[in-house]
Structures are given as structure tokens and as C-alpha cells.
């Protein structure tokens, strides 16, 4: 979260200024989130390859985008009047950031592929009732976060750009206009 010194004594002359300070301030609050946004969608992107060539990033990198649900989750939402907020909605999109375990309760079929891999298979596939089962385990998913380093690579942006749209509405506020 991105906060700046001073900013209940800020906002209480904000709102005293009027609706239009209110929503100039507010653009550029929302302008912050979205750049956060797009600086995690793009961090999902870059050096990423969907389909049969997909490759899992390294642990404690964003992960590399496969099939974009996680990317497309990503959304900048305006909180009226002052605040904004970047959240992530795809159903794995915090065990991507934060890692985790996952308890897996087994009885996945699977072969050995000749190259020495498992391949997992489908209840669905005919091949399913022949093969063997995987045993309750665990999965342990290491964090690979995207939106913690798109808020810092933009922090000290965000907090200068709040900071100027703040003192030009109180310069306008003490100008007389709005």
C-alpha cells in the first residue's frame, strides 16, 4: 500500500475545496493504479510462452503468462473519493503472489513418458482405468509475486505525482479557484 505523510490533514482540505479539487486529485490516484496494473500485466508477459512450449518462471519471478486468465484478472478499480486499489480476481492469483501449499488428496492417473516424465491423465481419457494413482501429497507452490514489485518499481512515481496534484489543489484552494 502506498500512503503519504500528512494525508489525513490533506484530504480534510481537499474535501473542503469542492468536488472538482476532489476529482482532479482522485484522476491522478486512479492514473497510479493503473500504471501498477499495467506494470503487472506486462511483468506476466514478458518472456512468456503459451501453449506446449509453456515454461513455469522461477521461484520469486512473476510468473510467466500461459493462458492470460491471471493477466486479464488484473484490474484497477477507482474507490471514491480519494483512493484506488489493484487487485488480482483469477482463483490462483494469491497463491501465485504469496505462495503456498496445496494438499492434494491423490488419485490422478498417470504413466512415465520415455523421457523419463509423468504425464497426468484425465478421468475421462480411456487409459485413466489402467494406469496407476497418485498418493495424498503436497504441493508446494513458491511465491512468484507481480503485484508487490509492480507497486514498488512505481512507488516513489505514485507518491510524486500525488504530491504535486495535492500542493496544485491547495494552491488553486488558496487562489480562490477550484
Given at each position: ?27 491522478v ?19 512468456a ?14 510468473p ?34 504469496y505462495?503456498?501449499?496445496?494438499n ?20 475421462d ?38 504530491t ?9 484552494m ?5
Amino acid at each position: 500500500m502506498v500512503k503519504t505523510t500528512g494525508s489525513g490533514s490533506y484530504l480534510r482540505r481537499i474535501r473542503q475545496g469542492g468536488a472538482e479539487i476532489v476529482k482532479r486529485v482522485g484522476a491522478v490516484v486512479f492514473g497510479a493504479a493503473d500504471d501498477v496494473r499495467s506494470d503487472a500485466q506486462i511483468s506476466l508477459t514478458t518472456g512468456a510462452t503459451s501453449g506446449a512450449n509453456h515454461t513455469p518462471s522461477a521461484p520469486g519471478t512473476p510468473p510467466n503468462q500461459d493462458s492470460g486468465t491471471l493477466g486479464n484478472s488484473i484490474q484497477a478499480l477507482r474507490l471514491p473519493p480519494l483512493r484506488a486499489q489493484v487487485i488480482a480476481d483469477a482463483p490462483y492469483a494469491a497463491i501465485q503472489e504469496y505462495g503456498g501449499i496445496i494438499n492434494h488428496p491423490g488419485g490422478t492417473a498417470y504413466f512415465i513418458g520415455e523421457d523419463g516424465m509423468a504425464t497426468f491423465v484425465g478421468n475421462d481419457d480411456p487409459r485413466a482405468a489402467s494406469l496407476p494413482r497418485t498418493r495424498p501429497h503436497e504441493i508446494v507452490l513458491p511465491a512468484r509475486p507481480y503485484l508487490r514489485p509492480a507497486l514498488e518499481k512505481n512507488r516513489d512515481q505514485i507518491n510524486s505525482d500525488i504530491t504535486k496534484a495535492v500542493n496544485s489543489a491547495m494552491k488553486a484552494m488558496k487562489n480562490g479557484a477550484g
